[in-house]
C-alpha cells in the first residue's frame, strides 16, 4: 500500500479472539510483501513477509495471506494477547521500493 | 535491540531552528532510509542512500537534507523548522535496495515549539 496521510483505521478485539487485519495495495508488479507491528513510541518490527508466488504463510500464531487477483493482503493473529495491541503496517515492494500502508492500530481487551 | 541506532531518542527546539538526526544502520547493511510518521499516520518515505550516494527521494521538503558518510552512518538535516514538522523520524536499513525488508531504528522525536 501507500501511505497517503489518512488516520489510522482501528481493530478492538477481545483477548483469545481472533484479529484480522486487512490491506490494500496498487501496484500489480509488487513482488514481496511484509507485515510490520510498531508498539507505542518503537521503530516498526518485521513480522511475517510472503512473495508473489505464494498465496498462503504461516508464522507462529500469524498467518498472511494473499490475494493477487484484488491486490489484498492480510494478517490473521490467532488467539490475541494484550502485548498484540499496536499498530500494524503491510509493505509491498515493486522493483527496489518498499511502500508502506496507512497502518491499523489493534487494540486488546482484556 | 533492532541493531539500528538513532540519536537524539527526543528533540525539543523552537521554530525557524536546525537540528540534525543521526542514524547508524545495522552492521553489513549498506542502504539507510528515512521516514516521517507524524501523529496517527503512515511512514512517509524522505530519502533512501545505498553506498553514500542517494538512490531515491520521496516527499522530502527542500528546508530537509541529507547525506551518508563512508562508515555508513547517515545524517537527516531539518532546517528552518515549522510547528508542522513536529514528528516521529524514523531511520531503517537493509543489505541493499529493496532486499528483504527493512529494520528500524526506534526513531527520534522531534517537537517544534
Redesign the interface.
Known amino acids: 500500500g501507500e501511505?497517503?496521510?489518512?488516520?489510522?483505521p482501528t481493530l478492538s478485539v477481545q483477548e483469545g479472539d481472533n484479529s484480522i487485519i486487512n490491506c490494500a495495495y496498487s501496484n500489480s508488479a509488487s513482488d514481496?510483501f511484509?507485515w510490520?507491528k510498531q508498539e507505542s513510541?518503537?521503530?516498526?518490527?518485521?513480522i511475517i513477509?510472503i512473495r508473489s508466488n505464494m498465496d498462503k504463510r504461516q508464522g507462529q500464531r500469524v498467518t498472511v495471506l494473499l490475494n493477487k487477483t484484488v491486490k489484498h493482503l492480510s494478517l490473521q493473529i490467532a488467539a490475541t494477547q494484550p502485548g498484540d495491541s499496536a499498530v500494524y503496517?503491510c509493505?509491498d515492494?515493486t522493483?527496489?521500493?518498499?511502500?508502506?500502508?496507512?497502518?491499523t492500530s489493534l487494540t486488546v481487551i482484556p | 535491540d533492532?541493531g539500528?541506532t538513532q540519536t537524539p531518542k527526543h528533540l525539543i527546539t523552537a521554530t525557524g531552528q536546525r537540528v540534525t538526526l543521526r542514524c547508524s544502520p545495522r552492521s553489513g547493511d549498506l542502504s539507510v532510509y528515512w521516514?516521517q510518521q507524524?501523529l496517527?499516520?503512515?511512514?512517509?518515505?524522505l530519502i533512501?542512500y545505498y553506498n553514500g550516494e542517494e538512490r531515491?527521494k520521496g516527499n522530502i521538503l527542500e528546508r530537509f537534507s541529507a547525506q551518508q558518510f563512508p562508515d555508513l552512518h547517515s545524517e537527516l538535516n531539518l532546517s528552518s523548522l515549522e510547528l508542522g514538522d513536529s514528528a516521529l523520524y524514523?531511520c531503517?536499513s537493509s543489505v541493499?535496495?529493496?532486499h528483504?525488508?527493512?529494520?528500524?531504528?526506534?526513531?527520534t522525536r522531534l517537537t517544534v515549539v
Open positions: 501511505s497517503v496521510g489518512l488516520h489510522l514481496y511484509i510490520y513510541g518503537k521503530g516498526p518490527q518485521f513477509d503496517f509493505a515492494r522493483g527496489n521500493q518498499f511502500y508502506f500502508g496507512t497502518g | 533492532s539500528v521516514y507524524s496517527d499516520q503512515g511512514l512517509q518515505f533512501q531515491a524514523f531503517a541493499e535496495p529493496g528483504y525488508g527493512y529494520t528500524f531504528g526506534s526513531g
